[in-house]
């Protein structure tokens, strides 16, 4: 399966900062999802954002995607602890997921 | 809103024996889910898609006799590895596709074979 690339692959911050991470993919979308994953548990489903959208917001994420660069961000705004964990891009193509590296973010109380 | 449940959780098992992982979509029909593997501090690889009602669809690598797959109904989904290895010890998910919903994930079976 193609997989993405992401960026970084891990971030510390302090509660309160923003949190950025990059995704890079291959090939063409129908639409990219983000997830994240609490350690040693299964994904949860954050946003997607289908390839004609540029942004799209859900609460304290934001995400953007460019199909020009094959690229999407998401941040996290004013972070909390409870946001500490792994969040994975995934690329949809014929309903199959293709993750990324994944982004492992610990926030600092 | 939609939950799938994975069973177990986590098993422990000796080399040389099967284990049986169950994947179920409690409230909605899921033609189609997928079964993925992680190793530590990696990402998820997808190992095979499966259709109810007919044979799973492996990717590129993954042992089919290894890992059998079996969708006889439309909630549920069995992954089961047989002949179990060490090497086999890994963090398996599934996940279940919902019409026009993202991908709805189980909360993972740690399998680890001594």
């Known amino acids: 399966s193609q997989q993405g690339e992401e960026d970084p692959q891990a971030l510390s911050i302090q509660e309160g900062e923003n949190a950025t991470m990059n995704c890079s993919y291959k090939?063409?979308?129908?639409?990219l999802q983000w997830y994240r994953q609490n350690s040693g548990r299964g994904l949860v489903h954050l946003i997607l954002?289908?390839?004609?959208?540029r942004e799209k917001h859900s609460g304290r994420l934001r995400v953007t995607l460019d199909t020009s660069k094959k690229s999407s961000s998401l941040l996290i705004t004013a972070s909390r602890a409870a946001d500490t964990a792994s969040y994975f891009c995934?690329?949809?193509?014929?309903?199959?997921?293709?993750f990324g590296a994944g982004t492992t973010v610990t926030v600092r109380a | 809103g939609a939950v799938v449940s994975q069973h177990p959780s986590w098993v422990i098992c000796k080399s040389g024996t099967s284990v049986k992982i169950e994947c179920r979509s409690l409230?909605?029909?899921?033609?189609?889910m997928f079964w993925y593997r992680q190793f530590p501090k990696q990402s998820l690889m997808l190992m095979a898609t499966?259709?109810?009602?007919?044979?799973?669809?492996?990717e590129q690598g993954v042992e089919k006799d290894k890992f059998l797959i079996n969708h006889a109904s439309l909630t549920l989904s069995t992954l089961t590895v047989t002949s179990a290895h060490p090497e086999d010890s890994s963090f398996y998910i599934c996940?279940?596709?919902?019409?026009?919903?993202?991908?709805?994930f189980g909360n993972g079976t740690r399998l680890t074979v001594t």
């Open positions: 954002i289908r390839s004609n959208e």
């Open positions: 995934a690329q949809v193509n014929d309903y199959k997921l293709s």
């Open positions: 090939t063409s979308i129908n639409n």
């Open positions: 409230d909605f029909q899921a033609t189609t």
């Open positions: 499966s259709n109810e009602g007919s044979k799973a669809t492996y």
């Open positions: 996940s279940a596709l919902r019409t026009d919903s993202p991908l709805h």
